[in-house]
């Protein structure tokens, strides 16, 4: 049973630069949530997907932009790349909207370099 | 005062030893609690998934949630080195669609 699955699992992208990161669920599971994480930090929420839609979303600027398929897997988009946006960026599935009670699970993450 | 506050230590531990970890928060709201683990490089990985308050039991690791005090704990029990890894503190409100907030994480060594 294949878990979450993201891809690339590393990138070096310039200042400016736009970056697409995807990210496969695991089996069963049609909910995808995408997080931050900066180095020494525990991850930050930025949006949640479910029935191909952008449900929530944490603190994060309109830079960042998602997209789930109808197959359930989501791409994340940044634009406009700074400094800061250098992190673990993280797809986490779980099953339903309104499962709330549903564990998520998570992929390895994607290491983005920005310089 | 962020949500969830998580020392991230680090903490040094002999092989065999107990080990405590713990979080605390400001939102009543929660409800559900869980703790990942995270190796380096790698995602985090769930290891307990406890609702409101009380304690639960998985091999060597205990859960507890004290909802009254806003405090929750992992106890790891005969720690091994495979077990040196960061720990995270992890809870959502009872609401469908609400994000998991995080702590920082706590980083622990087993020696052996």
Same mark, same amino acid.
């Given at each position: 049973?294949?878990g979450?699955?993201?891809?690339?699992?590393? *990138?070096?992208?310039?200042?400016?630069?736009?970056?697409t990161?995807?990210?496969?669920?695991?089996?069963?599971?049609?909910?995808?949530?995408?997080?931050?994480?900066?180095? #020494?930090?525990?991850?930050?929420?930025?949006?949640?997907?479910?029935?191909? $839609? $952008?449900?929530?979303?944490?603190?994060?600027?309109?830079?960042?932009?998602?997209?789930?398929?109808?197959?359930? =897997?989501?791409? *994340?988009?940044?634009?406009?790349? *700074?400094? #800061?946006?250098?992190?673990?960026? *993280?797809?986490? =599935? =779980?099953?339903?909207?309104?499962?709330?009670? =549903?564990?998520?699970?998570? #992929?390895?993450?994607?290491?983005?370099?920005?310089? | 005062?962020?949500?969830?506050?998580?020392?991230?230590?680090?903490?040094?531990?002999?092989?065999?030893?107990?080990?405590?970890?713990?979080?605390?928060?400001?939102?009543?709201?929660f409800?559900? +609690?869980?703790?990942?683990?995270?190796?380096?490089?790698?995602?985090?990985?769930?290891?307990?998934?406890?609702?409101?308050? &009380?304690?639960?039991?998985?091999?060597? +690791?205990?859960?507890?949630?004290?909802?009254?005090?806003?405090?929750?704990?992992? +106890?790891?029990?005969? !720690?091994?080195? !495979?077990?040196?890894?960061?720990?995270?503190?992890?809870?959502?409100?009872?609401?469908a &669609?609400?994000?998991?907030? +995080?702590?920082?994480?706590?980083?622990?060594s087993? !020696?052996?």
């Amino acid at each position: 049973d294949a878990g979450v699955t993201q891809s690339p699992t590393h *990138l070096i992208k310039t200042r400016g630069q736009q970056v697409t990161l995807r990210c496969s669920p695991k089996s069963g599971h049609d909910t995808v949530s995408w997080y931050q994480q900066a180095l #020494g930090q525990g991850p930050q929420f930025i949006f949640q997907y479910y029935e191909e $839609e $952008e449900r929530q979303r944490g603190n994060f600027p309109d830079r960042f932009s998602g997209h789930q398929f109808p197959n359930y =897997s989501s791409e *994340l988009n940044v634009n406009a790349l *700074l400094l #800061g946006d250098s992190a673990l960026y *993280l797809c986490a =599935s =779980s099953r339903g909207e309104g499962y709330y009670n =549903s564990p998520l699970h998570f #992929g390895n993450g994607t290491r983005l370099t920005v310089t | 005062q962020k949500e969830v506050e998580q020392d991230p230590g680090p903490l040094s531990v002999p092989e065999g030893a107990i080990v405590s970890l713990n979080c605390t928060y400001s939102n009543s709201a929660f409800q559900y +609690f869980m703790w990942y683990r995270q190796y380096s490089r790698k995602g985090p990985e769930l290891l307990m998934y406890t609702y409101s308050s &009380g304690n639960k039991e998985d091999g060597r +690791f205990t859960a507890q949630v004290d909802k009254s005090s806003k405090y929750i704990s992992l +106890f790891i029990r005969d !720690s091994q080195p !495979s077990d040196s890894a960061t720990y995270l503190c992890a809870m959502r409100a009872n609401q469908a &669609g609400t994000a998991l907030i +995080f702590g920082k994480g706590t980083t622990l060594s087993v !020696s052996s």
